[in-house]
């Protein structure tokens, strides 16, 4: 077959992509790679394919094919990083972001494949940066422009990103996908007639995106056009009948429709900062559901506040709804990614969930902000023991006791205190924990009286667990169940 036809062949595959049309552009794919099995472009759409169509496995098995053939392309591990990620095998998939952004780019390609890679690390102000070397050898590309756009709307700068998207509707006039994310962009930033009007040329384009539908319904709502928001929440509930977001959102617009017709429409008139008061009272007092209700209501008023999405997810992590407490702190970091504290909270949340990878990436945001920040130090210390990497824990938690030290935070002192003892009684032995333990004892944080007693007491109980446990590994347990009732006693 020509390179050009084959050439050809694979754009078309792209061109059905483009337009959701998935098993004509497989066939298209699977067609060269009938004649050429080695032809990469051909096993990267074929991948591509398969993720769209949410087959992640065979997604993979086609990326690794392409990487075979040719193991230094940013793009092909992005995209293999970007499938391993959504069978949740996050250890290979932060591997091949790594290797992705660490690679010299050597086309536009690759720096598009570097900018996705930058995207999923969280590392947005360096994926836009990529995408714009990208463009600068692919001027016409529409996909880099409109990765551009989400690197740009992810970092909080809004009106950037329109102007790529605007960009990818100038070369891609047909291209729906923009012209959705564009309505996106509009609702964000409270232009919601052009929104809609947005979310209307996307739909004349592909009247069978149900995504679209349902953030054309959202804008509706908002306007308090609630029968033509129920219209459109009926269209994409016809196309995706399973979907738990669309029967939400059509049930709460029937239910203002209701109300409105009824004359008992409720209209706001209270802030979302009172409500957000309101929530911290409530969460103070551990009534934790209640509190989650008036975050929610917060954020109906106030979308692009991070720190009440942040306070959303503390309450969340309270009640061990970790998942969602995950996406709540994404919700936050998408506004504001300088928020070292946040990044602390999602990594906590990750470790309890024992996604332990991820909790270690978001740590080290953390201290990439705030180096001084002793509890995500302590608690990349935490993570890294529970994987063994004993020693890169111990380094962590040493980490953490210096800026306690040199900067008095106080109110969580002893935990790296403790953590180190006992990775060092897992990784070092018992003596060396003990020896450990002991020095912590002798120093005495004189700000807070009653967190010094809490912390002594803490460590007193590891010695006494741990001359206990020892002591039921000798012949002659004795002597160090008698050092495990001094413990004890002190405690």
């Not at 660490?102 to 598009?112: G, M, V």
């Not at 836009?128 to 990208?134: F, R």
């Not at 503390?314 to 061990?320: P, Q, R, S, T, Y």
């Not at 201290?367 to 001084?372: A, G, L, Y």
Request: aromatic share 12%; charged share 25%.
């Amino acid at each position: 077959m020509l390179q050009s036809s084959v050439s050809a062949l694979i754009n078309q595959g792209h061109e059905y992509l483009d337009n959701d049309f998935y098993d004509a552009g497989l066939e298209i794919f699977q067609q060269v790679e009938k004649t050429e099995p080695n032809n990469v472009r051909a096993l990267h759409g074929i991948g591509l394919t398969y993720y769209l169509m949410q087959d992640y496995i065979n997604s993979l098995n086609y990326y690794n094919k392409a990487l075979q053939i040719k193991p230094d392309s940013n793009l092909l591990l992005a995209c293999r990083g970007i499938a391993y990620k959504k069978l949740k095998l996050a250890e290979q998939a932060e591997a091949d972001f790594a290797q992705a952004v660490c690679l010299k780019p050597q086309s536009s390609e690759d720096f598009r494949g570097r900018g996705l890679a930058f995207m999923r690390l969280r590392k947005y102000h360096e994926a836009v940066a990529s995408y714009a070397d990208a463009i600068k050898l692919s001027p016409n590309n529409h996909h880099i422009w409109h990765n551009r756009a989400n690197a740009l709307s992810s970092a909080g700068q809004h009106e950037e990103a329109l102007i790529s998207l605007e960009e990818v509707i100038r070369i891609k006039p047909s291209y729906h996908h923009a012209w959705r994310d564009r309505g996106i962009l509009l609702r964000a930033l409270k232009k919601d007639e052009e929104s809609l009007s947005s979310y209307d040329q996307a739909l004349a384009i592909q009247p069978k995106d149900y995504k679209t539908w349902l953030h054309r319904g959202h804008v509706l709502q908002k306007l308090k056009r609630y029968s033509e928001a129920l219209d459109s929440y009926s269209k994409a509930l016809e196309l995706n009948p399973s979907d738990a977001v669309i029967k939400a959102s059509y049930s709460k617009a029937q239910e203002k429709l209701i109300k409105k017709e009824n004359g008992l429409e409720i209209k706001p008139n209270i802030s979302s900062k009172y409500l957000k008061q309101q929530g911290d009272a409530l969460k103070l007092k551990l009534q934790y559901k209640d509190a989650l209700a008036k975050y929610n209501e917060a954020l109906k008023l106030e979308p692009k506040d991070s720190l009440i999405w942040s306070k959303r997810g503390d309450v969340l992590v309270a009640i061990n709804r970790y998942k969602d407490a995950i996406y709540s702190y994404d919700e936050a970091l998408s506004i504001n990614p300088n928020e070292s504290e946040t990044w602390f909270k999602q990594g906590t949340a990750f470790t309890y969930s024992n996604l332990l990878e991820r909790a270690i990436s978001c740590y080290k945001r953390a201290i990439k902000i705030n180096p001084d920040y002793a509890q995500a130090w302590n608690g990349l210390g935490n993570s890294l023991k529970s994987l063994g990497r004993y020693k890169e824990a111990l380094n962590s938690y040493d980490k953490a006791i210096d800026c306690i030290v040199q900067i008095k935070r106080l109110y969580y002192y002893w935990r790296p205190f403790n953590n180190k003892g006992w990775t060092l009684f897992q990784w070092l032995g018992y003596e060396k924990a003990i020896s450990s333990w002991d020095r912590a004892l002798r120093y005495h944080f004189q700000a807070d009286e009653v967190i010094h007693t809490e912390g002594c007491g803490v460590i007193h109980h590891s010695k006494g667990k741990a001359h206990y446990i020892y002591g039921r590994q000798q012949t002659n347990p004795l002597h160090y169940w008698r050092e495990a009732k001094k413990a004890m006693n002190q405690l």
